[in-house]
Nanobody
């Protein structure tokens, strides 16, 4: 069974940057698509970004395009989310996720979650 552990969250001022990391274990990391979701207080969990098994294709929500970048290092069993030009509305718990497929089709493909890391953006 896959285990996912997020890190890198924290408090940052609007306009600043953070890099989230996700460490995966329990299965062959490089075989599976990965992604990031987030959940703000009082809101439903929403898709942020995804990446296929090789890292050759990435997908992002419209709300973060041009500001966030997803990447992975299969040699280290790690996935990352570089977040730039952060806005107050990016405040949320960010979750690393994976599924049972090597490619990414839609958010329902990613059904295994980590515990999350808090990102707070202040004005």
């Amino acid at each position: 069974q896959v285990q996912l552990v997020e890190s890198g969250g924290g408090l940052v001022q609007a306009g600043g940057s953070l890099r989230l990391s996700c460490a995966a274990s329990g299965r062959t990391f490089s075989n599976y698509a990965m992604g990031w979701f987030r959940q703000a207080p009082g809101k439903e969990r929403e898709f942020v970004a995804a990446i296929n098994w090789t890292g050759s294709r990435t997908y992002s929500a419209d709300s973060v395009k041009g500001r966030f970048a997803i990447s992975r290092d299969n040699a280290k069993n790690m996935m990352y989310l570089q977040m730039n030009n952060l806005k107050r509305e990016d405040t949320a718990i960010y979750y690393c996720a994976t599924g049972s497929r090597s490619y990414y089709n839609d958010p329902t493909d990613l059904e295994s979650w980590g515990q999350g890391t808090q990102v707070t953006v202040s004005s």
